[in-house]
Every structure is written in structure tokens, then in C-alpha cells.
């Protein structure tokens, strides 16, 4: 193991001085530090160290790097005293691997990977070690995590603010077809990347009741008695921009105890309760929710949510007056983004900070808070609306609750004035659902407290001006604008598909990489075949490598020559991933009917987690792998169709899925996926698109050229149309016959051992009420597919509408979204920090 070079005390090295093996980029430099940290940090040497010391040495050395540009970053905003910094308020953000990331951003993967390997390492295997931070269920926090990225490449002054979950997203097994949750040890091993800041703690209170008095100049005040006080303490990590000097942070907070041991009770003899109180506050941050789309109403998830906005406020306070600044400045200094209603109660907060701690009138607090504030909407689903019990609300946050009346007292008199003879919009649109038992509804909240509110693409914003919003909108429709999802290139172009990264960066230069609409430069060789035969030997490459990893993870073996089709992402109904089902059943029945039928030889992937409670998404995930092994198995086939659940789908998974796909699965009922953002990923990587009219498809499909997506299924308007006029699903069965069969072999119990009970709450649902239209979609869906298959017996044509999607994408870097962010709600704008 011990290679030359890799000794702490190698005498060719000793001559570099102390901050150059923090900072220094050259191979012999990296090669040093990495020594050093293994030396110094981990307490190891090579001969005895394992891969993961290896991968924490490695990671300590980039932190370094890391380090020394954040710190810049932090001196010239502080010394600066003007900049605006925007805040991200999330409950999620879904990193995936910081190692392979910081490289690409700090511009050194090359020299590292020489410099590991001249350390008789493999940078790869380094990269296998990390655990990702899961700390988010899908799209939302993956697009945070995007966000902060290019909020660091543009250079915008930004704070990430977070949940510290010792516990994030459960990993996934299958076993015997169903899914097995895992509890996600991420810190098990450490983690190299967070600084833990004890000394920036702040206290959050809970519980207790409000009480009036007279403060010393006889106005009527609030104050808050507690039940009980909790610590958060944050946990930094530093997130670079590419190829700049920025560097932000991300504070995730945790929850503690303040006193650890309650010594009064220990010496009562009550072992058990001296304990106690540390870990039921602890439980605060313990555990990300794993539900997507679904607000399940639970004590634990709104202590979480107020725990982390509360920290996150107190923390802007307190950096705002370390600035100098006063608080009716506020709103000049931040800008707070709340990434869905999770942090909404930060509205309510911020009120009580500014009029109870801080003494400011209501009228002067209020113009601030809603100043300062920005709703982002993902997702018209009424399921996941979230609203709180009312007497949970007041027995958890008693002063906000008053606080939430005060706002709803004022805002309803404002409606009334605008909607004189119009009292069911007062009962719409109040801050308080009082149809039955009493709710707060969050997304008023957030749409009263906020000056800006988003829809994160096109058909979104639209939709929900004219559905859940819609009296929001009719009352302030200057508030409302669509700012379209995107995802950042660096992580998943440059470092997911570095074969793909070369041969642009070879044809056009690397600006692509800052600048993505640049990408259309390689249209031009779109004719040539050289290129296009480039272009296609990368993706078969691609293809290869997954077939290999798959292979490993599930010993189903697939032949890079056929047709990967894929659909990764959360398993929901709405998603539709049973209406993949239904299309691969119709082929094999092809194929049983006719054993010689001509078909394109496909491999079926698909991924993606359930959340634990919902039921038909597991029943689907068990239906996936129930319809692979029947299919897989079946000599008839002969290798022709292959079906792959992959399991434990995550965001090191989807960075080598997205480059391998020839044809991205969004085949969501349309009207109901906000955006989407794998759609993107795909799309970039050169996947054509099969999909509905549904999220940001409309705008992948505007850019990419119609004649380059295969478009199916009904339109949002039809959707609703289909639905208000009396849908029969069992109409469709009754009349298609492809659709009958598939349905009659589902019943028949072939792709259950015969059991013909085991998939009846799925096919039930569908033949009676079928929410999301799969039936009425269905023929549309096969044909649309027998297109696809045609086009791929082209190779030619295929490579080339492949290569027009990447050249095509531009649109949907997360650079474009987070300008028009910048542009169109923060106010914020960029400050360069200079090299120390
Ligand atoms: C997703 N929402 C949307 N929610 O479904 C997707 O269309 C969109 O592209 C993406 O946001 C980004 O805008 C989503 O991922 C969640 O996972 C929530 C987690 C917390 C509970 C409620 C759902």
C-alpha cells in the first residue's frame, strides 16, 4: 500500500510551506496534504488505513481548499456591509456525494485523480466510499440542492437553511418484489464535510401559553412563557460555485437538550427521566419525514418545521446586527425563499420576533415581513396542502397562533373591502379552514405574508392561478409569476457524464458549463457523422457501464444494444410507473400471441422509493419486479424484454442512470407533476422523451423541437374535462382489446404464482375509478411507444434527435432559474470575491 510519496515525513516534500499544503493545487501538494490528513486527522497510516480513511483523507484535503475560499467569502460580505443575501428556507436539501462535486467546482479532478493515483489509489473507489447526505425525499430537495449550486456559481451572497436529520431518507432493499425500508445511517463514519458551530446555538421555545403587560412606555405587549426551551446548534457546509471564488453555506440545525441530565430527577431515583427530556427533544431532528406529496398533519413534523425556521430567523437577526443594521432595514438585507409551505410558520415568526422580542410596531413589523418573504408552490396535489389542527397549533405555538388571528383579522377586512357582497371568498380564502374541525391552512399563510409567490413551470404557474390559488391571485395578481425549474450542468453533465462533458468541451470550448444555452452551438454538427457517430459510441459507453452496475446490484444481465428505456423517481400513482406496466404486459403479450413478431429489443429500468404508509405504491414496486421475473424468465421472449427494478434509488444512482438512457419515462397524467426536473436531466444527457403534456415537459418539448419528443396522452384541460363530464374507465376495458387482455392476464395471477388476488387493489382501482386516467391514456401510450421503437430501428435519426435534445437544453440550467429569481423576486445581486 505504501507507495513513494505517501509517507507524512517524505523528505522531497517537507520543503512546502504550511498554507500551501492547505491550499495548494499542484499533484505534488495534493499529494502531501492528502497524507497529512490521513496522518493528522485520521490518525491513520496507509499500511493500516482502509478505503474509507483513504476517502476521508481526501475529503479533509478538499475541505481545505474549501475552506480557505469560504472564508474569503464570509470577510467580504461582512466588511461589505450592502450586499442583499438571499436565504433559502428548505426542510430538504438533497445533496448527493460533495466529494466528485467539490472537484469538478474547485476545477482540480484531474490533478486529484493523479494525485491519488501516484498514491497506488483509484480516485473512482475513493468516490465509491462516500455515504450521501439523503437529507430530502425527491424533487424538492434535490432542486434546493441545485439552487445552492448556482447560487455560488453566479456569486450571489446566499445562505442555504436546513434540517440536520441524523436520519435521512430510508435505504431501500427488495426482498421477495416488495420494498424493505433501512434506516439511512449517513454520519455513521463521520461526515468530513460540516463544521459544527456550538458556539452560534439559539434557543427555541415550545408549548406554554401567552401572557399580556405593559411595557415601560405603557403599550400593550406579548410575552411567551415556554413549557419548554430547545438548543439549535448548526452544522455548516460549505457550497462552492464553479470556477469562482464563492463560496456559501448551507446550516442545517440540530436539535439538543440543554441540559443533558436533569440531576433532580437522577437523585430521585427516576434514572429513566433524567435521561428523558434530552432524547424527546433530540427526537426534533432526528428523522426526515419519508412522505413526498402527502402532508400527514403529525405533532413531530411542525416541531420541526418551526424548529428550523425559528433557528434559521434568529440567526439572520443576529447577522444582520452584527452588520450594523437596524431592524427596519430587514427586508433590504434578505431575501427569504420558502421552498414550499414547509417554512411558512417562518412568516408568523418573524412577526413575533420583530413585535414581541424586538418591540416594533405591528403595522411597521408587517410591512418587513412581507417584504421579505417568497413562496415557491410545487405541487397542485390537494393531498399535500398542508394544514394544522388547531388546538395542535395553540397547544405547540401558542403566540403564533395568536399572531395568525391578528393576520387573518386584518386580511379578511381587506377582502371584505374588495369582495363586498361575496362572503364564501371570505370563507375560501381565510388563514382558517372552518368547514369542520379547525385548521390553519399554510399555503394562505404563505400567500398573505409573501410579496412574490412561483409556480415552478409554465402549465404550473397557469394552473395554479386558475385552480388552488386562484383567489389569491384574483386579490394580488401582481404577486404571482412562473420562474421554470433547472438543475445545475456541473453536477449533472460534467461530473455524470464526463465522456459526453470532453467531447463538447472539444468541440465548442467549456463555456457551456456557466453559460448552458451555449450548447446550441453543436446544432451545427448535428449533420455530421462523424460527430453523431462520437455522440452515439458515449452513450453506448454509458450503457455499458450501467448494464455492468446492474448487473452487480441485481444480476439481471442486459445488452447494451437495447433500447434503455427508464423511469426513475418516487413511486406514485400519479406518476404513473403501472402505465409502464401496462405497455411492457402489451408487448410480451405480443410476443406470446406470436412468438416471431419483430420487436426492438428494450431493457424496462426503474427506480425509486415508496413512501413507507403508502400502500399501492409498494404494491407497485412489487407488481414491477413481479411482471421482471415472469418476463426475464420466459423463453418466448428470448432476451427481447427486459425488466429492472433497481433498488435504492438516489442521487449517486441517477447521476450514472441519467447518461445511460436512451428514452426518459414523465408519462405523468398531466395537470399533476409541477415541473419535474429529472425530465431535464435526461433530456441534457441526450434521452429522448416520451412523455405527456404534464410539468416542464410542454417547455422541454417548445425547445427541444416537437418532431424531437414522443407527446401522448390527454392535455391538463381534457384531464379535467374527462373527469367533470363522468369518467368509465371500465368503458375502455369493454372496448380495447389489447387493454383487456393485459388486464385479464394481470387477474389471471401469471405475474403472481398464480395468486389472482395479490395485484386486485391495483387493478381495482384502475377499473372503477382510475384517478389518473391510465385507461384513457393507454392506447395513446402503446402507439406513441410503437413510434419510438420505429424511430430507434433508425439509428441515425435517433443519434440525431439525441444530440439536438442536449444541444437544446440550455433553457433548463439552474443558473436561467435562479437569474430570474435574482431578477424577478430577490433583488439580489452578485459580489466578487477576490482571491486571497
Ligand atoms: C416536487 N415536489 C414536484 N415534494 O412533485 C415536482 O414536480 C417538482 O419538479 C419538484 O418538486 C421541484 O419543484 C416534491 O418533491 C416533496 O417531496 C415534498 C416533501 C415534503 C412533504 C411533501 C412533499
Keep these: 500500500m505504501e507507495a513513494p510519496g505517501t509517507h507524512a515525513s517524505d523528505p522531497q516534500l517537507d520543503s512546502l510551506p504550511a498554507e500551501e499544503v492547505r491550499i495548494g493545487l499542484a499533484v505534488e501538494t495534493l499529494k502531501r496534504a492528502f497524507v497529512d490528513n490521513l496522518f493528522y486527522v485520521q490518525g491513520k497510516f496507509p499500511l493500516i488505513a482502509t478505503q474509507n480513511d483513504f476517502y476521508l483523507a481526501l475529503a479533509y484535503t478538499v475541505r481545505d481548499r474549501l475552506l480557505h475560499h469560504w472564508i474569503n467569502t464570509v470577510e467580504t460580505y461582512l466588511k461589505q456591509r450592502k450586499p442583499k443575501i438571499v436565504c433559502y428556507l428548505s426542510a430538504e436539501f438533497l445533496l448527493g456525494p460533495q466529494l466528485g462535486n467539490n472537484l469538478i467546482n474547485l ?31 425527491g424533487g424538492l430537495g434535490r432542486l434546493a ?43 455513521r463514519r463521520g461526515n468530513p464535510w460540516e463544521l459544527p458551530r456550538p458556539e452560534a446555538v439559539v434557543e427555541i421555545k415550545f408549548g406554554g401559553y401567552t401572557e399580556a403587560y405593559l411595557d415601560d412606555r405603557g403599550s400593550y405587549r406579548v410575552r411567551w412563557i415556554p413549557a419548554h426551551v430547545v438548543n439549535g446548534v448548526p452544522y455548516d457546509t460549505p457550497i462552492l460555485g464553479y470556477k469562482v471564488h464563492t463560496a456559501n453555506v448551507l446550516r442545517l440545525w440540530k436539535a439538543e437538550a440543554p441540559e443533558s441530565f436533569d440531576f433532580k430527577a437522577f437523585n430521585l431515583g427516576d434514572y429513566y427521566g433524567a435521561v428523558n427530556a434530552k432524547v424527546v427533544t433530540e427526537n426534533i431532528t432526528k428523522i426526515l419525514y419519508p412522505n413526498d406529496e402527502t402532508s400527514q398533519g403529525k405533532q413531530l413534523r411542525l416541531e420541526q418545521q418551526y424548529f428550523f425556521v425559528s433557528c434559521s430567523l434568529q440567526d439572520m437577526i443576529r447577522i444582520h446586527l452584527r452588520r450594523g443594521k437596524s431592524l427596519e432595514e430587514f427586508h433590504e438585507m434578505f ?25 416594533m410596531d405591528w403595522d411597521a413589523a408587517w410591512y418587513i415581513t412581507e417584504r421579505t418573504f417568497a413562496y415557491t408552490n410545487h405541487t397542485l396535489l390537494p393531498e399535500a396542502l398542508e394544514k394544522w389542527a388547531v388546538g395542535l397549533f395553540s397547544s405547540l405555538l401558542p403566540r403564533h397562533l395568536e399572531i395568525i388571528y391578528e393576520i387573518n383579522r386584518r386580511f379578511l377586512n381587506a377582502v371584505r373591502l374588495k369582495y363586498l357582497n361575496d362572503p364564501s371568498r371570505i370563507s375560501r380564502m381565510s388563514l382558517i379552514d372552518e368547514s369542520g374541525e379547525r385548521y390553519v391552512r399554510m399555503a394562505h399563510l404563505a400567500c398573505v405574508g409573501s410579496h412574490a409567490i412561483n409556480g415552478v413551470a409554465k402549465l404550473h404557474s397557469e394552473l395554479l392561478t386558475e385552480t388552488t390559488l386562484r383567489d389569491f391571485f384574483e386579490l394580488s395578481p401582481e404577486k404571482f409569476l412562473n420562474i421554470t425549474n433547472g438543475v445545475t450542468p456541473r453536477r449533472f453533465i460534467v461530473l455524470s457524464n464526463p465522456r459526453l462533458s470532453s467531447l463538447v468541451t472539444g468541440k465548442i470550448g467549456e463555456g457551456w458549463i456557466k453559460d448552458l444555452e451555449t450548447l446550441r452551438k453543436l446544432e451545427a454538427f448535428a449533420g455530421d457523422p462523424d460527430f453523431r457517430s462520437e455522440f452515439k459510441k458515449i452513450k453506448q459507453a454509458n450503457k455499458q457501464d450501467l448494464a455492468f452496475y446492474i448487473e452487480k446490484q441485481t444480476s439481471i444481465s442486459l445488452n447494451p444494444e437495447m433500447l434503455f428505456d427508464i423511469q426513475v423517481k418516487r413511486i406514485h400513482e400519479y406518476k404513473r410507473q403501472h402505465l409502464n406496466l401496462l405497455h411492457i404486459i402489451t408487448l410480451y403479450d405480443r410476443i406470446k400471441r406470436e412468438p416471431k413478431t419483430e420487436i426492438v429489443p428494450r431493457a424496462f429500468i426503474f427506480g425509486g422509493k415508496a413512501a413507507p404508509g403508502y400502500f399501492m405504491a409498494k404494491l407497485i414496486i412489487k407488481f414491477i419486479n413481479a411482471v421482471g421475473e415472469v418476463v426475464n424468465n420466459d423463453a418466448d421472449v428470448r432476451g427481447r424484454l427486459k425488466v429492472v427494478f433497481l433498488p435504492d434509488y438516489n442521487v449517486k444512482q441517477a447521476q450514472s442512470i441519467y447518461p445511460a438512457a436512451d428514452l426518459s419515462e414523465q408519462i405523468s397524467t398531466a395537470g399533476y407533476e409541477a415541473s419535474g426536473t429529472s425530465n431535464m436531466k435526461f433530456a441534457m444527457n441526450g434521452a429522448l422523451t416520451i412523455g405527456t403534456l404534464d410539468g416542464a415537459n410542454v417547455e422541454i418539448r417548445q425547445e427541444a423541437g416537437e418532431e424531437n419528443f414522443f ?17 368509465h374507465p371500465r368503458d375502455y376495458y369493454d372496448s380495447n382489446l389489447r387493454l383487456r387482455a393485459v388486464i385479464d392476464l394481470i387477474n389471471s395471477g401469471l405475474f403472481s404464482r ?83
Design 107 to 137: 476545477g482540480i479532478y484531474e490533478q486529484v485523480s493523479r494525485a491519488v493515483e501516484e498514491s497506488g489509489l483509484n480516485l473512482k473507489d475513493l468516490l465509491e466510499q462516500e455515504e450521501e447526505p439523503g437529507l430530502g425525499n
Design 754 to 836: 398464480g395468486d389472482s388476488t395479490l395485484f386486485r387493489p391495483l387493478v381495482d382501482v384502475l377499473m372503477r375509478y382510475d384517478p389518473y386516467l391510465l385507461f384513457a391514456d393507454y392506447q395513446s401510450y402503446v402507439d406513441c411507444q410503437d413510434r419510438v421503437s420505429e424511430t430507434y430501428l433508425d439509428q441515425d435519426k435517433w443519434t440525431k434527435m439525441s444530440l439536438l435534445n442536449t444541444a437544446r437544453m440550455g433553457k433548463f440550467s439552474s443558473d436561467r432559474a435562479i437569474r430570474e429569481y435574482c431578477r424577478g423576486i430577490w433583488h439580489a445581486e452578485p459580489v466578487k470575491i477576490s482571491q486571497e
Design 335 to 359: 431575501a427569504v425563499q420558502l421552498n414550499d409551505t414547509h417554512p411558512s410558520i417562518g412568516i408568523a415568526e418573524l412577526m413575533r420576533l420583530l413585535v414581541d422580542e424586538h418591540q
Design 145 to 187: 440542492a441545485c439552487y445552492m449550486d448556482s447560487l455560488s456559481s453566479l456569486e450571489i451572497p446566499a445562505i442555504g437553511y436546513g434540517i440536520r436529520y441524523e436520519f435521512g431518507i430510508f435505504d431501500q432493499e427488495i426482498k421477495d418484489g416488495w420494498q424493505v425500508e433501512i434506516t439511512d445511517k449517513w454520519l
Design 711 to 727: 407527446l401522448f396522452g390527454l392535455e391538463a384541460e381534457q384531464v379535467l374535462a374527462r373527469k367533470a363530464e363522468g369518467y
